[in-house]
């Protein structure tokens, strides 16, 4: 016989020659133990989940909500007319001189392109809100670093009637 099938006839005499109180220990530790895993694998994850539930539900709720906010927007901007190139350019000249000497722009073609340097977040929001509003301009390329308070880098946004 192999030892495999041994162990469980070896650990059935063990079982028989312990005294009957010793038995009822092996069975409430076998109980025991069979409860702890049960507990760890089964209950406690699906436990964990169903807490963890609303928490994650209202934060699902929240971006769906932002995301619907920004969908309603963007149509909103799709139905208004189109800018020229002319007028975007001068719109987003007006929105960059606002910012200071945290930005440069250097409008070619189709596309204009910003750089910054030392720029806080709400001067980039602005910036942006006034380019997506005013001059109907789209951010296709972005490469912005963290400096201290501020940005430095460059936004590419595409301009004009022919987007």
């Known amino acids: 016989m192999s030892a495999t099938a041994t162990l469980p006839t070896s650990l059935a005499a063990r079982y028989a020659a312990l005294a009957p109180r010793e038995r009822v220990l092996v069975a409430v530790m076998a109980g025991a133990l069979a409860f702890l895993v049960v507990w760890l694998i089964a209950v406690r994850p699906a436990w964990r989940t169903l807490a963890e539930a609303p928490a994650r539900r209202a934060l699902a709720d929240a971006q769906l909500l932002q995301m619907q906010v920004i969908a309603a927007e963007a149509k909103q901007l799709r139905g208004l007319p189109p800018v020229s190139s002319t007028a975007a350019a001068q719109v987003l000249k007006s929105a960059t001189d606002q910012m200071g000497g945290k930005g440069k722009l ?58």
């Open 106 to 163: 250097i409008v070619q073609n189709d596309r204009a392109t910003l750089s910054l340097t030392g720029a806080s977040g709400e001067d980039l929001r602005q910036w942006l809100m006034q380019a997506r509003g005013g001059a109907r301009a789209r951010p296709i390329e972005a490469n912005l670093s963290r400096v201290g308070d501020g940005y430095n880098g460059t936004l590419v946004v595409a301009i004009g009637s022919a987007q």
